[in-house]
């Protein structure tokens, strides 16, 4: 009788599986698996033959091997293939570098890059979003060409939160779509590429880099966070010198914000980037064994809805 080692991704678990009569060798079965019925994992915690993960439930009698032998012939149905995705977040204060630390992770993994401030800087480029925050805001916003005076908008709505959440609603949900897309397209890259794709290519990883993360129920999205730590000093520093702001306005839009200690407590890992980006390259590669055991997920068990809130992920699946 042919056995392989199935290991459960999330909690990690092992158990033998045969390959004929789908007779449960041994392990621990925390799911109460019909022993007759082969495997049945759900998406959140997908099951794993070598470096697949599979959802559904495969027919009768069908064990690990089984599976094994259908991908190698290339008969493996693909509906019940989850390459799914693994999300990461960045959080951080304003100027703690993290599009920087999410820019080495996405080479590291590799990983798509998506840019929440790359989205909203394609709107402001767009005349008809340029014209309806000018309205919104009662004009002088923009110039004779139509280019939007980004650094008047930025005094106004700094310095009343009624008119930044005013903002927020104009561009939020645009940037959201944007993202929601992105992390799609990513998961169909890492289907087309093969079963094992969400394992070793890089269309399995996504690097959510979004400002609000935290604020905005983002983060719900992801995986694993990571909190990139500088010192204030440094931040305001390396904000005021890129932007050409003075330091009220860094500590106006740190203020927008949640608090640093808020974002640091939810973070599963901390990145400091008060040196060079080659420090902080050497710290990203330490988290990588970490980052590389994440069991996917799809994006239809944690966002289902482009236009809704990603979905709170149970504790206990």
Same mark, same amino acid.
């Given at each position: 009788?042919?056995?392989?080692?199935?290991?459960?991704?999330?909690?990690?678990?092992?158990?033998?599986? &045969?390959?004929? &009569?789908? #007779?449960? +060798?041994g392990g621990t079965d925390p799911l109460g698996f019909l022993r007759d019925e082969g495997i049945r994992p759900s998406d959140r915690n997908p099951a794993r033959c070598g470096n697949a993960f599979f959802t559904g439930a495969l027919p009768k009698g069908q064990g690990c091997s089984k599976i094994e032998t259908l991908v190698a012939s290339g008969e493996f149905d =693909?509906?019940?293939?989850?390459? *799914?995705?693994?999300?990461?977040?960045? +959080?951080?204060?304003? !100027?703690? !570098?993290?599009?920087?630390a999410a820019r080495i992770l996405a080479e590291e993994l590799p990983a798509a890059h998506l840019d929440a401030d790359a989205e909203v800087a394609r709107l402001f480029a767009d005349s008809k979003v340029v014209e309806q925050i000018d309205q919104a805001f009662g004009g002088g916003l923009k110039?004779?060409?139509?280019? +939007?005076?980004?650094?008047e908008l930025g005094k106004r709505?700094?310095?009343?939160?009624? @008119?930044?959440?005013?903002?927020?609603?104009?561009?939020?949900?645009?940037?959201?779509?944007a993202l929601w897309n992105g992390l799609a397209e990513t998961e169909a890259t890492a289907l087309a590429s093969g079963t094992t794709a969400a394992v070793s290519k890089p269309g399995g990883w996504a690097i959510l880099d979004v400002? @609000?993360? @935290? %604020?905005? *129920?983002?983060?719900?999205?992801?995986?694993?966070?990571?909190?990139?730590? #500088?010192?204030?000093?440094?931040?305001?520093?390396?904000?005021?010198?890129?932007?050409?702001?003075?330091?009220?306005?860094?500590?106006?839009? %740190?203020?927008?914000?949640? =608090?640093?200690? %808020?974002?640091? &407590? #939810?973070?599963?890992?901390?990145?400091?980037?008060?040196?060079?980006?080659?420090?902080?390259?050497?710290?990203?590669?330490? +988290?990588l064994p970490r980052l590389?055991?994440?069991?996917?997920? &799809?994006?239809?068990?944690?966002?289902?809805d482009s236009e809704k809130s990603p979905v709170v992920a149970d504790p206990n699946a």
């Open positions: 009788m042919a056995h392989i080692r199935l290991t459960w991704a999330a909690p990690r678990l092992d158990w033998d599986m &045969s390959d004929n &009569s789908g #007779v449960f +060798l =693909s509906s019940t293939v989850q390459t *799914g995705l693994r999300v990461l977040g960045v +959080l951080g204060g304003v !100027g703690s !570098g993290k599009s920087t110039s004779p060409e139509g280019v +939007l005076d980004r650094a709505v700094f310095a009343q939160p009624e @008119l930044r959440r005013q903002l927020e609603a104009i561009l939020h949900p645009a940037v959201r779509r400002p @609000l993360l @935290l %604020e905005n *129920g983002l983060s719900q999205a992801c995986d694993f966070l990571i909190f990139v730590r #500088v010192p204030d000093a440094i931040r305001a520093d390396r904000a005021c010198a890129r932007h050409n702001w003075e330091l009220a306005t860094w500590r106006a839009r %740190e203020a927008a914000q949640a =608090s640093l200690a %808020e974002k640091e &407590s #939810v973070a599963d890992a901390t990145l400091v980037n008060a040196s060079g980006v080659e420090d902080l390259r050497a710290a990203v590669r330490e +988290l590389r055991a994440l069991p996917p997920r &799809s994006l239809r068990d944690r966002w289902p």
